[in-house]
């Protein structure tokens, strides 16, 4: 064989590799989402909206679910997903670790979505009578901020309550057993609480804390993926918006996802508002106030500035 022919073989040869790989790398282009049971990601999943309008670009869809908002941030924190979302406080403690996301979004504030139960007998009637009591809540999340707040507004200091961390589920066994003289737990497992077992609400959010739903995105996958980022949100504004009109339908998505009662689901979800807002200077600065609170209580390690990992229009 000359060597124009062995050259020209060799050519083709790498082409087709070239084409093979190219294709591979075509194949593999996978929106990894993280998800909670409820939520836009959640409506997002069932109904296999974002698969379609991902599917022109090229992109198919993977989902994983989380039980709440500190292990999704942590998904992300480890590259196992790309996008995700969770409440307030999960952020905060994700950032001091160094975790690399983005805020891309927001739900509206639901000051009525979480809460800090006691059980129906219990003789707590008020905040401030939670002095020297145990409670239990999960670490990094939402609620964890709730308490703060709740126990600042009694005249309380964070130190003068004896705080437990468990997992939702583990919070509701806890609490169900009086393991624990209060629970601050977020929707639905406090609806849940308040209609099976009776329990008490001795405040929720309001006048206390925004309680804000955020969405998150790698920043590794938003410097490679930027025009993702607007279907994954337009996406989720529209399922939340079609989820508003529809409220009987998307509580039964919610409960078939969730394990809770269909009630449940309806008493949780009025709660709530339906919606993705674009990151406001006001939204940012009350996610400042809450990590240079989580600061001066040692909760977060080191002082963090949430501007810096706002996704820049």
């Not at 339908?249 to 409960?255: I, L």
Request: charged share 20%.
């Amino acid at each position: 064989m000359n060597r124009t022919r062995r050259c020209t073989l060799g050519l083709a040869a790498l082409i087709g590799s070239m084409l093979i790989a190219g294709g591979a790398i075509a194949q593999d282009k996978v929106v990894r989402m993280g998800n909670q049971k409820v939520g836009a990601y959640a409506l997002l999943k069932a109904r296999g909206i974002l698969e379609d309008r991902l599917k022109p670009l090229g992109y198919t869809v993977s989902w994983k679910e989380f039980s709440s908002g500190p292990l999704l941030l942590e998904g992300l924190t480890v590259g196992a997903v790309d996008f995700g979302h969770g409440g307030e406080a999960p952020p905060i403690f994700a950032q001091a670790a160094g975790a690399a996301f983005l805020y891309i979004g927001h739900e509206p504030a639901a000051p009525k979505g979480e809460a800090v139960l006691v059980p129906k007998d219990s003789p707590i009637k008020t905040i401030a009578d939670l002095k020297g009591k145990k409670i239990a809540l999960n670490k990094g999340s939402n609620v964890h901020y709730l308490l703060v707040r709740a126990l600042e507004n009694a005249g309380l200091k964070y130190t003068d309550v004896d705080v437990v961390y468990l997992s939702p589920a583990d919070g509701r066994a806890a609490f169900d057993k009086g393991a624990v003289d209060a629970w601050v737990i977020w929707e639905p497992y406090r609806t849940a609480a308040e209609m099976s077992l009776g329990a008490r609400t001795l405040a929720d959010g309001s006048g206390l804390v925004s309680n804000h739903e955020f969405f998150f995105v790698t920043k590794s996958f938003a410097q490679a993926n930027p025009k993702v980022i607007d279907v994954v949100l337009s996406a989720a504004r529209d399922v939340y918006a079609e989820a508003a009109k529809d409220m009987a339908g998307t509580a039964k998505t919610f409960s078939v996802a969730a394990g809770f009662p269909v009630p449940v689901m309806e008493v949780a979800l009025s709660r709530r508002g339906f919606g993705v807002q674009t990151m406001s200077d006001q939204v940012i600065a009350d996610q400042q106030k809450i990590a240079d609170t989580f600061k001066t209580l040692g909760l977060i390690p080191t002082a963090i500035t949430v501007s810096d990992v706002v996704l820049k229009p």
